[in-house]
């Protein structure tokens, strides 16, 4: 279980010198931000990686932070177009007697599935792994390249 802290300024929501219906849109804007928090920061493991997706030349490339994973805690694999990245961040083991004071980070497995906007070519896809984070370059299938046509004149 996660537990999150928001810091919330009520007293501003409920300020008795502006106008009734003043008070009623602070009201809204603190309930909104706290929603808002609180469905960004929840996944159903508690562990979901954050990834960047971009394109350089004739290469996709997939980067996802996977901070405290070892390469084999990571499976990586591709199907219809989609490279799904699963893993297992294990819990660490600390003495009986370990008073917590804070417990923010998330412990478990996670699956994430990202759709690649062009097909590529799964032979030629590559993976490494440094300081926690993962690059995967997905080079793109010849039917998905740019293609120059040269145009004949008659």
């Given at each position: 279980m996660t537990?999150?802290?928001?810091?919330?300024?009520?007293?501003?929501?409920?300020?008795?010198?502006?106008?009734?219906?003043?008070r009623v849109w602070n009201i809204l804007d603190e309930v909104e931000h706290l929603t808002k928090h609180t469905w960004e920061s929840w996944t159903?493991?508690?562990?979901?990686p954050r990834f960047d997706l971009f394109e350089i030349k004739d290469d996709l490339v997939l980067k996802a932070d996977l901070p405290g994973l070892r390469k084999e805690d990571i499976d990586i694999s591709l199907?219809?177009?989609?490279?799904?990245?699963?893993?297992?961040?294990?819990?660490?083991e600390f003495p009986a007697d370990t008073k917590y004071y804070s417990c923010e980070r998330s412990?478990?497995?996670?699956?994430?599935?990202?759709?690649?906007?062009?097909?590529?070519?799964?032979?030629?896809?590559s993976a490494t792994f440094d300081n926690g984070v993962l690059e995967i370059k997905l080079p793109k299938a010849e039917e998905a390249r740019a293609k120059r046509i040269e145009i004949q004149v008659k």
């Open positions: 537990a999150i802290m928001i810091r919330r300024t009520p007293s501003r929501a409920l300020t008795v010198t502006e106008p009734a219906y003043r159903p493991s508690g562990l979901c199907e219809n177009d989609c490279v799904t990245i699963k893993g297992e961040r294990k819990i660490e412990f478990g497995s996670f699956t994430r599935e990202v759709c690649l906007p062009v097909p590529v070519d799964a032979d030629k896809i």
